[in-house]
């Protein structure tokens, strides 16, 4: 199975932020902004826009004299000792922010050995999580968080989860022809946030974007009641927008 590599704006945000926090280690004392623009050949607003992310994130702090030295999540991460661990709760803490920001409970799922895997999630009273009542890996066809990580696929790695995992109508409007799932999945635009309105659970909506990081295939994903099914492209869009912390954390 290969995956299709389709980089995303969250993908160049990540390939930029990383240069900018490499460039910084590199200068343990500390290295000013207009330093920073000249090394990485960034573009000034630009890089105030990633810096602006990196100290949110804590991968940078700004020190007395304004420059910018490696913060304690990348300290964290980048220690062979508890990284695992560091990891996760560095994630858990972007996703709830999203959580809070978008107003809806928020996912994160991965590709892992031929199955859909939700590994994180953020819910609250509030942004209740979504009911599993079919198992996530025997519904992919008809789950956002399924559908994105299948648009990942190559064709044949596609064929061969739907050949696994038959799909089963769960509501009437779950699509159960694999031809006609196929070709939707075909024509998905990797930029453009996948969309599950009521094919899962009737009463839920859901949207997912992908998180492609090196060999695995994973998305970031939120879900509504269909009382706030008028927020939903909104709240895709700003998931969009804000996926690039996550990918940072996976990649580092």
Not at 32 to 38: D, G, I, M
Not at 151 to 172: C, K
Request: charged share 25%; hydrophobic share 40%; net charge positive.
């Amino acid at each position: 199975m290969a995956l299709r590599h389709e980089p995303t704006a969250s993908y160049h945000s990540v390939q930029d932020a990383l240069r900018v926090l490499e460039t910084v280690a590199r200068r343990g004392t500390g290295i000013n902004e207009t330093e920073l623009a000249r090394e990485t050949g960034i573009a000034t607003e630009r890089l105030t826009t990633l810096l602006r992310m990196l100290r949110r994130e804590a991968y940078v702090e700004q020190i007395a004299d304004g420059a910018y030295v490696t913060g304690a999540a990348f300290v964290r991460l980048g220690s062979a000792d508890g990284h695992r661990q560091a990891l996760r709760d560095t994630l858990q803490h972007t996703l709830e922010r999203l959580r809070d920001s978008v107003g809806a409970a928020v996912y994160l799922s991965r590709y892992v050995d031929g199955e859909v895997r939700v590994t994180q999630y953020a819910d609250s009273p509030a942004t209740p999580k979504v009911n599993e009542w079919v198992d996530f890996r025997y519904s992919a066809h008809a789950t956002a968080v399924g559908k994105s990580l299948l648009t990942q696929l190559d064709h044949e790695g596609r064929r061969d989860h739907l050949a696994r995992h038959r799909p089963a109508r769960l509501t009437s409007r779950t699509i159960t022809s694999d031809r006609l799932l196929l070709s939707k999945l075909a024509a998905q635009p990797p930029t453009v946030p996948v969309l599950d309105l009521q094919e899962y659970a009737v009463g839920t909506v859901c949207a997912a974007v992908p998180l492609t990081a090196g060999s695995t295939a994973g998305c970031l994903a939120l879900s509504l009641p269909l009382a706030h099914a008028h927020r939903l492209r909104r709240a895709a869009d700003a998931l969009n927008r804000n996926a690039a912390p996550v990918l940072l954390s996976l990649a580092i």
